[in-house]
């Protein structure tokens, strides 16, 4: 009896001073992105980047979240319906609040929400919600937005002057969550991209450069206790994963050259809506500003994709900037002016050309041979590439900005139909992938949808004729997230469909 005695002690003392049990970390989840370079972001500025909004989207709460069964369903809101007059009502849980004590009530979400208007809206641009009653007055600073306000603590409305699509997306979006004051500066910027309050189901336990704990929150939150109650956040090379995360593990992987244990993972592969791209910065000051300069390069593209074959088993080359819509036909980028032979530009400049790091190795070797066949061999044009240096802190908005390099390579959730709300939020706002639209043409397009004037089936038809004529976006590979899950992990909550996981979701098998 003495013995056990000592025994239980000696044994509450380590658990104390360690944390450990019977079996460590059993409400642990890791989830590992592999072979990233970047920081990890908190900004909402930032939050449309992959890796960015994976974990900012647990850190962040919104008025609906996205599920594995295809559908929105509420988080902060309690429910919500809309009315034949253009109204959308949401009504919040009751004891909301943030990590730092601030109270999330409808007055604070409007409050909320409005300051992030004023911060993303480009040329008084904000898809869908710029249709709420006296949004142009609001944007001017010449009157108050009537069309968003509360009605109690619980009840926000949202009003638009006429019928509206995709609002329940965007309100999913961390951008057009619930924020604390406290992480802003007085000028609307960030603070610190490292910290945040959270709104949302988890917080921030600890951050550095390679790792980032997320603690559940269940002060305002209800957890199932087979949710993680920690998540491990980690960057590793993806060999390394692989040996290392064969238990409660969730990785974020390319599966291109890699042999997969199918006693250790469950391989979830999501649709082809995951859309890479070339963009050609059509600005003067850069290389492809004039068109007929596109024209060539394209050109060029599709010469080289024709006697090039990719091979991928995560990607397909295409040359359509939507995998499904109707009327598909086989594309042709070229514009309406004939092309030259050769590409010229200014004696002794480089091309610079940015290529994000989280690209697979098979898409960014078949990039550079084509960089090299087209720019070097072709025509005799040097490039560099620009550094993809994670300390570097203008690198995101960079990577978005069509003026600081003559080509960028970007990845955007652009989904297989073209939707008019997806249109004019990647190529008419600054948000995400921000892309140009040089002929404006199609800003236009969108606007003309948005008042009546274009069919749907016609809004798809020029959408495909604008892009291509206009020579700076060109469609390279399709492919889907690619996730491997460990066994001890439940499939019920996790699929193909989302864009990312559902830490809260989540349930270990019991």
Known sequence: MKYTFYFSIICLTLLMLLGCSKQPNSNVLNYVITDETSSISFSPYDSDLDTNATVVDHLVGT??????????????????YSTQDNKWIFELKENLSSEDGQKITAENYVKSLKFIF????????LPTFDALIGWKEFIRGAGELKGLYYKDDKTLVFEFDRKIEGLIDYLAMPYYGFYSSSDFNPDGTWKNNQKISSTGAYKVKRYTENEILLEMRQDIFSYDKFAPQLVLVKKQKSEDALKENRSRSLLTISLEGKSISQSDFTLIKGPPIVLTTIILSPYKENV??????????????????TSNRFESSDKIVSTDFFVDYPGKQTSTLKG????????????GKEVLIYIPSLLAKAERDYLDTLFTFILTKKHGIKFTYASDDPKDEQLIQKKINNKFFDIRVST??????????????????????????????MCSLTKSYEEGKVALKDFQQRFNQIYREDSSVIPMFHGGATWLVSKDIDLKNIASTMSHPRFDLIRFVK
């Open 288 to 305: 492809f500003h004039d068109l007929s300069m596109r024209e060539v390069f394209v050109e060029d593209v599709l010469e080289y994709q």
């Open 118 to 125: 004023k911060k993303l809206a480009h040329d008084g641009t």
């Open 336 to 347: 309406s002016i004939a092309p030259k032979d050769t590409l010229k530009i200014v004696k």
């Open 63 to 80: 008025l609906v979240k996205y599920g594995p069964d295809g559908r929105y369903a509420p988080f902060l809101a309690e429910k919500w």
């Open 412 to 441: 955007v959730f652009a989904g297989s139909t073209i939707d008019w709300f997806i249109v004019k939020m990647i190529f008419c706002t600054k948000l995400g992938v921000s892309y140009p639209d040089p002929s404006g043409r």
